[in-house]
């Protein structure tokens, strides 16, 4: 299977993304530039981590218009999985592929730390191989990350089963604490409505080697791979 | 074509929480300033336009808003001040 890696000016997690895939999942990536038309022939889309345009106007609001993301549009209208991490989950919602909006972290502090995450729906491409309500130990690096959204499209994503992830403690309950950046309804991650567009705050591709204090974020490509290639 | 300069505000949108307004109101009650209610932090953009009429000009700005300058989702703009430049 062959996953594209999306480098917008200012991307930072693009290469964590490749070695990801490439050498922990061991299947084929490439690099896609931000100014190219042409995701070579990609199964999978990544938008990865970082500050693209320095995050100006607002996180992910200018490299919405990058070139390359009429083709990423076009990919995810055809029913091709976009997997948008951080910056991406900014880029993809400023893109409209997404609802809501990230917006500055209640506490307005900078936050870079592991935070826990349960599993909300495991019928999804994206989080197949998790076991209902399994609780993921995943980094976070992130300014503004307060998943937003209106009251309708909030209920809408529950209703719909499209919340893949919330913000939880060890105990895997839900309380203010363990809602580092103030989202509403403690969201941390979202599928689009047909299900093959996936926004997260927290780094899946920092968490896939436990050398590095966690590999429960292997399972998102784990589960990308499981679905798409069958 | 006449020269335009147009003033938009762009603050985040009634009952979305703003922290660093609730932080910048907290601060003001610090400092004595009891009767502020609310505050909200947002941008201020001014751009140069070319364009036939003042009304022309504040209708590219409000399509800039629209596409890009301002986030549908969160945030309300409004167009503060077109003044012609000579």
């Not at chain 2, 596409?67 to 430049?85: F, K, Q, S």
Request: with cysteine.
């Amino acid at each position: 299977m062959k996953f594209g890696v999306v480098t917008f000016p200012g991307s930072n997690c693009d290469y964590d993304a490749f070695h990801a895939v490439a050498d922990v999942l061991g299947e084929h990536a490439v690099y896609l530039w931000h100014k190219d038309h042409d995701l070579q022939g990609v199964d999978v889309v990544i938008l990865p981590g970082g500050f693209s345009y320095g995050d100006y106007l607002r996180a992910g609001a200018i490299a919405r218009f990058s070139p390359i993301m009429r083709e990423v549009a076009a990919h995810a209208r055809r029913g091709g999985p976009v997997l948008a991490v951080c910056n991406g989950f900014q880029i993809a919602c400023e893109a409209g592929l997404l609802p809501g909006a990230l917006l500055r972290n209640a506490s307005l502090s900078f936050l870079g730390q592991f935070v826990r995450v349960r599993v909300e729906n495991t019928d999804t491409m994206f989080t197949n191989r998790y076991a209902p309500g399994q609780i993921l130990r995943i980094p976070i690096a992130h300014g503004e990350g307060r998943f937003t959204a209106d009251e309708d499209t909030l209920n809408r994503l529950e209703g719909e089963g499209r919340v893949a992830f919330r913000y939880v403690n060890a105990a895997g309950g839900l309380d203010a604490e363990s809602n580092p950046n103030g989202s509403q309804r403690a969201i941390a991650g979202i599928v689009s409505a047909e299900g093959n567009v996936m926004g997260l705050m927290p780094h899946p591709e920092r968490a896939v080697e436990s050398l590095v204090g966690s590999n429960d974020g292997l399972g998102i490509f784990q589960s990308m791979l499981a679905r798409v290639s069958a | 074509m006449s020269r335009y300069r147009v003033s938009v505000h762009i603050v985040p949108r009634k009952g979305i929480l703003d922290p660093q307004g609730k932080a910048v109101a907290d601060a003001l009650h610090t400092l004595g300033f009891r009767d502020v209610e609310d505050a909200r932090i947002g941008r201020h953009v001014v751009l140069d336009v070319a364009a036939r009429t003042p009304d022309a000009a504040g209708d590219a700005v409000r399509q800039m808003c629209e596409r890009l300058l301002a986030n549908p989702v969160t945030e309300d703009y409004e167009i503060a001040r077109v003044e012609g430049l000579s």
